[in-house]
């Protein structure tokens, strides 16, 4: 077992704890008030996005494989994992690893912010008593849960190639519940995937999804759309446009309006007021 103290807030009152015992990837200790709260929670299942980017070097395939929960918007959003709304705003605690330089971490919290100013997200520190939260790390590729999973759950953003406002975003979507645009239940009409040139490990991330796609489109622009070429075993495409098969996809700089508007619409957003966005730590 392997035990790592990551913060001390306002000692003794507040200690987050991971732990690691083997295959149960992260246990966590919270201490409020002398009290222990304890959850142990072995892995569920997570998508891996080294392959959503060419620049990352650091190929994630572990021990989960999303096989049979894996699923725009998860299932799963109908049964749970959405954050909970609080009056008007969804507010989800972050954890920002110490293994970050400030530079690295004005990249995630800029990420985190475009989400406090464009929904009725709220990314907000970590505090005692948070039982739910993101922890943000720097482990091995770019990847994350889908939808909120109970007591904590990593986002892992790795320094060596997933610190840009595209994956950032990309991840967190994946944490509020939304899925690749490729695996929506409406995919087949827009795009046709080539398993015959998808590296085999990486075919369940191409798996058609009964998604909630809440009534907005196919969008190729989507931050949560796959390149062309993405998982390909051959260099030759994975996903083609039914369209325009030499469409190029899979570049998108930044969460597009449907991205924004899904979320909006999976949260029920209202008019909200739209906070100052300046980078702070
Ligand atoms: C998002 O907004 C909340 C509430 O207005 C604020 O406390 C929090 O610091 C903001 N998050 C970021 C990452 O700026
Ligand atoms: C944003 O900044 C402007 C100028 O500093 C200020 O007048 C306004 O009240 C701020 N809005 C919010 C929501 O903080
Ligand atoms: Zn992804």
Redesign the pocket.
């Known amino acids: 077992m392997k035990t790592q103290i990551l913060n001390l807030n306002n000692w003794p009152r507040c200690i987050l704890v991971l732990c690691n015992f083997g295959f149960v990837e992260f246990l966590q200790i919270v201490l409020c008030n002398w009290y222990f709260i304890f959850s142990a929670k072995p892995i569920k299942y997570k998508t891996a996005d080294s392959m959503t980017k060419k620049e990352t070097a650091v190929l994630y395939d572990d021990i989960a494989k999303p096989k049979t929960l894996s699923r725009n918007a998860d299932p799963c959003t109908a049964k749970g994992c959405k954050w909970p709304k609080s009056g008007s705003y969804v507010y989800v605690p972050y954890f920002i690893s110490e293994s970050y330089s400030q530079k690295e971490r004005s990249i995630i919290?800029r990420g985190?912010?475009s989400f406090?100013v464009s929904t009725c997200i709220?990314?907000?520190?970590w505090k005692c008593g948070d039982r739910d939260f993101i922890y943000i790390e720097n482990k091995d590729g770019c990847w994350s849960y889908v939808g909120r999973q109970d007591g904590g759950q990593y986002i892992s953003l790795n320094k060596g190639g997933c610190l840009h406002q595209s994956v950032v975003q990309h991840e967190v979507l994946h944490a509020l519940g939304f899925n690749h645009e490729q695996v929506r239940s409406d995919r087949d009409t827009y795009v046709r995937i080539l398993f015959e040139n998808i590296l085999p490990d990486l075919k369940y991330n191409f798996e058609k999804i009964e998604t909630n796609n809440l009534g907005t489109p196919y969008d190729f622009n989507s931050v949560m759309e796959y390149r062309n070429d993405a998982a390909s075993k051959n260099g030759k495409p994975t996903i083609v446009a039914k369209c325009n098969p030499n469409l190029k996809f899979g570049n998108a700089k930044e969460m597009s309006a449907n991205d924004i508007l899904r979320i909006k619409r999976l949260y029920e957003c209202c008019e909200y007021p739209v906070?100052n966005y300046t980078v702070?730590n």
Do not use: E, T
Request: hydrophobic letters at 40%; charged letters at 20%.
């Open positions: 919290i985190l912010q406090n709220r990314f907000v520190p906070d702070s």
